[in-house]
C-alpha cells in the first residue's frame, strides 16, 4: 500500500519561508511523477509544481521564481521549497504520486495535506 506523508507546514509572516516534504512508502518512488498542490478556503484544488520521474521541473504561474520543487530518490522524498510567501500561499498543501502501471493504467495516490497559514 502507497503512503505519502507531508510535513514542514505552519505559520509564517509574508515574505518568509517554508519547505514542506513528502516521504512515500510501498512504491518505487523513482518511477513516480511527484507534484505539489494546494487547496485553498472555498477554492478548488490547484497544481502548485511537478516534477517527472525523468526530472523537467514545472510551476504555476503564480509561483514561479518564488518555489522550487525537488526530489531526493535515495530518500523516497519530494520537497518543496517555497520562498517569499504572500496571504494566496495560505493553504493545505497536497503531495500527489502518480506512478505507471503499464496496460493497467496508473497508480494515483494523494497524501493527507499539510496547512501553511501565512499571517503576519
Known amino acids: 500500500q502507497v503512503h505519502l506523508v507531508e510535513s514542514g507546514g505552519g505559520l509564517v509572516q509574508p515574505g518568509g519561508s517554508l519547505r514542506l516534504s513528502c516521504e512515500t512508502s510501498g512504491t518505487i518512488f523513482e518511477r513516480n511523477d511527484m507534484s505539489w498542490h494546494r487547496q485553498a478556503p472555498g477554492k478548488e484544488r490547484e497544481l502548485v509544481a511537478g516534477?517527472?520521474?525523468?526530472?523537467?521541473?514545472h510551476y504555476a504561474d503564480s509561483v514561479k521564481g518564488r518555489f522550487t520543487i525537488s526530489r531526493d530518490n535515495a530518500k523516497d522524498t519530494v520537497y518543496l521549497q517555497m520562498n517569499d510567501l504572500n496571504h494566496e500561499g495560505k493553504a493545505v498543501y497536497y503531495c500527489r504520486a502518480v506512478e505507471p502501471q503499464g496496460r493497467f493504467g496508473v497508480l494515483d495516490c494523494w497524501g493527507q495535506g499539510t496547512q501553511v497559514t501565512v499571517s503576519s
Open positions: 516534477i517527472p520521474a525523468d526530472g523537467g521541473a
